[in-house]
């Protein structure tokens, strides 16, 4: 495989208990451990094992409220991406963090330690945070708009990036001799005065290894496209056909060129969960499984999240029913509204139906084969202008991930789809993004 040929990158997204959401029942579930950092490590470990690109954990600054029926709690991920770092060396590390309940200084410092411990694998996915509930957390009376919440995130995001370069690379002197730790003409105040903030800066965190921690990003509505043209580096996303992920990968390139950025320095990353199986029939059989274990109580909320309707007590069996969906409702989660409505306009499904299409994983791509079907699969998205790789969510744990790591990653490795090993050290090096210089380092040389 030559260095240059254009690779799949491989993210394992780690839901605790697995993505299907009855995951936690099935029998080979680990889910005695899922509060043991041991469990995770391991599982990191795994990953790197396989010459991953990364892990990623999604997060909302609140509790669902369907816990009742599944093992839907959060653990912060700066915290567990930390403790992960000092039992891995290679496999980068991606945490959710929101924009709109949260702190650019705050957050700055806690990822640019990430990356500093870490040696240069952290990521960051910037969410907006989709659960509205997490108002109440807050001492808000409600969840800002969909448009205010995306106004927010790029000056917060401008505002990290500041702080993150308020360090030149080399502002640390180290002269033992003159007593000189550091060139302070090399630290900058940011002065930022905005609508949503007011930072002075600096950083009190040097310049961290990758020089930025990498920007992901995952929200698909207009302005979340918008937003990820312009300052995602890799991107999150869900689709259940080919025609709309290429769709998908097509406009955000093309934004992203508009904006002066080159296309290769952003990576689409399509959610896929795989049910694997020695043929096609024991695949279907472990599909079969879990939906057999789905509890349609949980479904029906999850539903409702994505829709926005309470459809509690409506015939399962009876046709799914398109007349009560609102679209003024569909703002919350403006995306995934449209992966559902996707599948009843296509698929003409019971509420049955649709609830099992969606228990696998919330409206991303499942996928039921042997490992030479799913890599063909891959294969025909990767090669198609419809990613640039993906974001496993394997549906339990750990086999869900084992079987995806031992039977379908060589595949990819004989066909030259997927590294055979690490060329480098960082979340960066690992993506093929550039080391991006300090906007302060840049003027002053500039101006020299
Ligand atoms: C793979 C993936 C992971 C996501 N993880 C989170 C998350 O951890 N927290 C969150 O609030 N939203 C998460 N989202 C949702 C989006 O970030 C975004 O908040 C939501 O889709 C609404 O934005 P949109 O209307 O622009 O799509 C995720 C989306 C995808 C595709």
Not at 277 to 296: I, R, W, Y
């Amino acid at each position: 495989m030559s260095a240059s040929a254009r690779r799949l990158s491989l993210n394992l997204f780690i839901y605790p208990g697995g993505h299907h959401e009855a995951a936690w029942r099935y029998a080979a579930s680990d889910v005695d451990h899922l509060l043991d950092i041991d469990f995770y490590q391991k599982l990191a470990r795994r990953a790197e094992q396989a010459k991953l690109d990364g892990i990623f954990f999604a997060d909302g600054p609140v509790l669902a409220d369907n816990i009742r029926f599944a093992a839907r709690f959060r653990l912060e991920p700066i915290t567990w991406l930390a403790a992960i770092a000092t039992a891995t060396s290679r496999i980068g590390l991606i945490a959710t963090a929101s924009t709109t309940y949260g702190e650019p200084y705050n957050l700055a410092r806690l990822f640019a330690s990430l990356d500093h411990i870490s040696k240069g694998r952290a990521g960051w996915n910037i969410v907006t945070t989709s659960a509205g509930l997490a108002a109440q957390n807050f001492g808000l009376s409600e969840h800002p708009s969909h448009a205010d919440r995306y106004g927010r995130a790029q000056e917060f995001v401008d505002v990290v990036t500041k702080l993150w370069d308020s360090w030149e690379d080399d502002a640390i002197l180290l002269d033992k001799k003159t007593g000189i730790y550091a060139d302070d003409t090399k630290i900058h105040p940011i002065d930022h005065i905005g609508r949503h903030f007011r930072v002075k800066g600096p950083l009190n965190t040097p310049r961290t290894p990758q020089g930025r921690p990498v920007y992901v990003q995952a929200g698909a509505s207009d302005d979340g496209r918008s937003f990820a043209a312009r300052y995602a580096e890799a991107i999150f996303t869900a689709h259940q056909t080919l025609a709309n992920a290429r769709e998908f990968y097509a406009d955000i390139k093309r934004q992203a060129k508009a904006l002066g950025r080159h296309p290769d320095h952003i990576k689409i990353l399509p959610g896929i969960s795989p049910f694997i199986g020695s043929t096609e029939a024991e695949a279907q059989k472990l599909h079969d499984d879990f939906n057999e274990l789905v509890q349609p109580e949980y479904s029906l909320h999850q539903l409702k999240r994505m829709l926005g309707i309470d459809l509690a007590g409506h015939d399962l069996d009876a046709p799914f029913p398109s007349h009560l969906i609102n679209f003024d409702g569909a703002q919350a989660v403006a995306s995934r509204f449209k992966v559902v409505l996707d599948i009843v306009d296509r698929e003409k499904p019971t509420l049955r139906q649709l609830l099992h299409r969606l228990a696998g994983a919330r409206g991303h791509w499942v996928t039921v084969g042997t490992p030479e079907q799913i890599a063909d699969r891959m294969e025909t998205w990767f090669q198609s202008g419809a990613a640039d790789g993906f974001n496993v969510m394997p549906p339990y744990l750990p086999g869900g991930f084992d079987t995806f790591a031992e039977q379908v990653v060589p595949i990819l490795q004989k066909r030259g789809l997927f590294r055979l090993d690490y060329e480098g050290t960082t979340l960066r090096d690992h993506y093929g993004l550039p080391r991006p210089e300090s906007v302060y380092g840049q003027q002053a040389r500039a101006t020299a």
